[in-house]
């Protein structure tokens, strides 16, 4: 983990510059781990607090996150404590990845006191705790009770600070000692003697090294005000330049900015698997549903075609009724029209009218549902249909894109909506189609979900505008905008890109339709991006993944 002492005692750094001075306007709580204030000093500020696990951070932050609008009791508590009160000191505990914030507060009685806050960004044990002056504890984040192991987290407690015998790096005698007695390439030595450094800035010295005394190498790694983050095979960041790592290296102004990009990008690409599994597996487990349903009805359909078999057994109980006595179980006839033997179940309980009469009303019935089984096997498959291409969309999504599909689904009854508690928010901004250019310069707009292949369709395309769509299977709505005569070149094109953002991406020789826009018609009681076309002409085209990726893209 990069967010070692050394980071923190920079972020610190920044939080005095910007915080210090300044009253907390505002506490809420994400979730069970995650916290953000507002700090009111020469302009508002929002700070996040996250305490789990490698994600656990502080730092000052520009994202917009949605904010409960219930906070949970913890938080309640920090509101009642903190809401109102200037923060009057920062202090790092020596090198360790320990913060607190020192706030003077006028309380409800009029009295003034003081509190504290201590944040301990522990991996696993990271936690929160709210103290008094004295650091007798009001409350924290996770509770130890007294006699454990740990150190007692409980209200009335004293709050002790963690004990670390490791030497704090900025101590110059005591590094030049350390390093002086150490002279081994395993970082874990290194690690065990020197407070608040990860095993990665070990291995920048290592590095670093090479060409330069241990203490210099060393102190100059620690104040280095680099704040670099690193793409390589992996990410990572650091408040120094990594030069033993390779990648392409992007430098931010603060440790903030560093960390809000390095943390954000992760949050963003978690929450974007998150939901696209979640999306994948409801809209996979309702298509197997339907499977089964359609795979029902054309059981159900199959027997309801045998009605007239039912209505000949009624026939010809009435033909032969005086062979039949009450307690028969059954009736071995002649059928009159084939001369075939007919065997036919009878209710003992009932005389032969009775079960011709049975049998009538068996065969009306069964005649009766053929219309509406049909119906139904059509809107199942239309249904079908209909989730394909959902399915088909959340590959190549963006998160804003999964949101949009998930809003889809909520409106179309498939997803309830979220009674979260947060508060009332305005309309999400529509998602942008893509935009590509030809070698010609001309425009093709591409839809990613079916919101996208509505509008460019429906709003953005004017009727001499031509459309093009893979034949027969799911895809994206493809529009040139401009009409008849295209060029080979703008015709081919934007067949490549239907061809490759349709289910067909892995085929050959896949087919195109394109036509006019004056063309395309909506289909009654379906959703806006299912439409009927006529006029058209067809391109076989093999989709090319390098050429998609060559083209032009606005933005």
Not at 34 to 57: N, P
Not at 74 to 80: S, V
Request: hydrophobic fraction near 35%; charge should be positive; aromatic fraction near 8%.
């Amino acid at each position: 983990m990069s967010f070692d002492g050394v980071m923190l005692g920079h972020v610190k750094e920044e939080l005095e510059e910007r915080l210090l001075g300044g009253r907390i306007q505002k506490v809420h709580q994400l979730d069970e781990a995650t916290f953000l204030f507002s700090v009111r000093q020469k302009r508002t500020e929002t700070l996040y607090l996250r305490f789990k696990g490698s994600e656990a951070r502080i730092h000052l932050t520009a994202e917009r996150h949605e904010k409960p609008y219930t906070p949970p009791m913890f938080c309640m508590l920090l509101r009642k404590h903190l809401e109102g009160g200037a923060i009057e000191e920062i202090r790092q505990h020596r090198n360790d990845r320990v913060l607190s914030f020192t706030i003077r507060i006028r309380m409800d009685t009029g009295i003034k006191e003081t509190r504290r806050l201590v944040m301990e960004f522990f991996g696993k044990d990271a936690n929160l705790v709210l103290t008094k002056e004295d650091f007798t504890i009001l409350d924290a984040l996770r509770r130890i009770p007294p006699f454990d192991e740990r150190r007692t987290m409980a209200a009335g407690a004293v709050y002790a600070w963690p004990e670390d015998e490791r030497m704090d790096p900025y101590r110059e005698e005591d590094l030049a000692e350390v390093l002086g007695s150490l002279r081994s390439e395993n970082e874990r030595d290194y690690l065990g003697k020197i407070q608040g450094v990860s095993p990665q800035l070990i291995r920048e010295f290592f590095h670093r090294r090479k060409n330069k005394e241990p203490l210099e190498a060393c102190q100059e790694i620690i104040r280095e005000k680099a704040y670099e983050m690193k793409q390589g095979e992996k990410v990572r960041f650091a408040s120094y330049e990594l030069t033993h790592a390779e990648g392409e290296a992007i430098h931010f102004s603060s440790p903030s900015a560093l960390l809000d990009r390095v943390f954000s990008e992760k949050v963003r690409t978690h929450k974007k698997s998150q939901r696209k599994d979640e999306l994948a597996a409801l809209v996979g487990k309702r298509r197997t549903r339907l499977e089964e349903r359609i795979e029902k009805f054309h059981a159900d359909f199959r027997k309801a075609e045998k009605y007239p078999r039912l209505q000949k057994k009624g026939e010809l109980l009435l033909a032969y009724q005086s062979r039949v006595e009450k307690g028969d179980r059954h009736l071995e006839c002649e059928d009159y029209a084939t001369r075939e033997t007919v065997s036919i179940r009878l209710d003992p309980q009932k005389s032969a009218v009775e079960n011709a009469t049975d049998y009538f009303e068996r065969a009306k019935k069964q005649k009766k549902s053929i219309p509406h089984i049909k119906q139904q096997i059509v809107r199942s498959k239309r249904e079908k249909e209909y989730l394909g291409l959902i399915e088909s969309q959340l590959d190549e999504a963006t998160l804003a894109e999964l949101e949009e599909i998930r809003e889809e689904l909520v409106r179309e009854g498939y997803l309830r909506m979220k009674k979260s508690g947060t508060k009332k928010r305005k309309p999400r901004q529509a998602t942008k189609p893509m935009v590509f250019f030809d070698e010609t310069g001309m425009e093709i707009l591409v839809g990613k979900n079916n919101t996208q292949n509505a509008r460019i369709t429906h709003e953005l395309a004017k009727p001499a505008d031509v459309w093009f769509h893979v034949k027969d299977a799911p895809g994206s709505h493809v529009v040139v905008k401009k009409g008849f005569p295209l060029s080979e070149t703008t015709i081919r094109t934007a067949a490549q890109l239907a061809a490759y953002h349709s289910k067909m991406r892995l085929s050959s020789s896949v087919p195109v339709d394109y036509t006019e826009k004056r063309n395309i018609k909506k289909i009654p009681g379906r959703q806006p991006c299912f439409v009927t076309y006529k006029n058209h002409a067809t391109i076989f085209i093999d989709p090319d993944e390098s050429f998609v990726r060559s083209l032009k893209k606005e933005g």
